[in-house]
């Protein structure tokens, strides 16, 4: 989780060397992502998570759902999760995180063990795969074939990671694996940057550089744009809208303040919040 890119080669991608960094692992694991990522797993993306999966119109297993977390990074969404779920009810069979990042999964592996029972790191898994062909690197990563992969979902969420599906022009090829993975009845969650949010740094420095190239690696998709691959892979978008003023690099202090300021903030500029939410569910029947 927590900008997680795609499309990268080792020879030719700053942003491969970047995501498979020792800073990577600093910034996008549980222990060190800082206050106001944890902040946000507790309060508004668990807001989101709850109610999508109070959606669901699929039948689970007696064992509980199955879950997906595509460009997982360090698995700090999905580590966090697995408790949260425990605490409201829902029994959980298997949870996936996927990253194109070897060394964010090594890392989310290794994680598991610091903040998982036994009984759930039994049922978590991190594996290899990127977001613009996840269904055939799943399936490779899991030993199956990918018909018997197809349809073994319940519940699938993606934070701070498709944008770089949309920078590479591989926003519909996500969506549709995201699709083909879904049991009919079944929820993706899709949470990242709002273009319209007008003080992200990448952004800032982007205006100031003013070059072709920065632009395209800083390039952020609008709400619609993040919504349309959904419709167009054939699921039913019932949520689309922007939320959350708290920035996952914040502090305490400024978590609070913010917080305390969303309500007035969310009345006044709602379209400038600070994330873009897609929920989508795939339609019975297909």
Same mark, same amino acid.
Do not use: W
């Given at each position: 989780m927590i900008s997680t890119p795609t499309n990268t080669s080792p020879d030719t991608d700053s942003f491969f060397r970047e995501y498979t960094s020792q800073d990577a692992i600093l910034k996008y694991t549980k222990a060190t992502a800082g206050f106001g990522i944890s902040y946000l797993l507790d309060h508004d993306y668990k807001t989101v998570y709850l109610d999508a999966l109070r959606h669901l119109s699929v039948p689970t297993g007696p064992d509980g759902i199955r879950m997906l977390e595509f460009g997982c990074g360090g698995g700090m969404n999905l580590l966090h999760l697995m408790p949260v779920l425990d605490r409201h009810g829902f029994k959980v069979e298997s949870a996936i995180g996927t990253d194109f990042s070897p060394v964010l999964i090594e890392a989310a592996n290794r994680e598991t063990e610091s903040y998982l029972t036994p009984r759930q790191r039994s049922r978590v898994q991190f594996y290899v795969a990127k977001n613009e062909t996840l269904l055939e690197e799943l399936s490779v990563a899991l030993g199956q074939e990918p018909s018997k992969v197809e349809n073994s979902f319940q519940f699938i969420i993606g934070v701070n990671?498709?944008?770089?599906?949309?920078?590479? @022009?591989?926003?519909?090829?996500?969506?549709?694996?995201?699709? *083909?993975?879904? +049991?009919? @009845?079944?929820?993706?969650?899709?949470?990242?940057?709002?273009? *319209?949010?007008? +003080?992200?740094?990448?952004?800032?420095?982007?205006?100031?550089?003013?070059?072709?190239?920065?632009?395209?690696?800083?390039y952020l998709p609008s709400l619609e744009e993040y919504s349309t691959p959904f419709q167009q892979a054939g699921f039913e978008v019932y949520r689309s809208e922007h939320f959350c003023w708290v920035p996952h690099s914040a502090g305490r202090l400024m978590t609070r303040l913010l917080d305390s300021l969303s309500p007035v903030l969310t009345t006044i500029a709602p379209s400038r919040a600070m994330r873009s939410l897609v929920v989508a569910k795939k339609p019975l029947g297909h």
């Open positions: 990671t498709i944008r770089y599906c949309h920078r590479a @022009g591989k926003q519909f090829d996500c969506a549709r694996d995201i699709f *083909r993975l879904l +049991a009919p @009845g079944g929820v993706c969650v899709v949470i990242d940057m709002n273009n *319209r949010f007008p +003080a992200f740094r990448s952004a800032l420095k982007n205006k100031l550089r003013g070059k072709k190239e920065q632009k395209e690696e800083c």
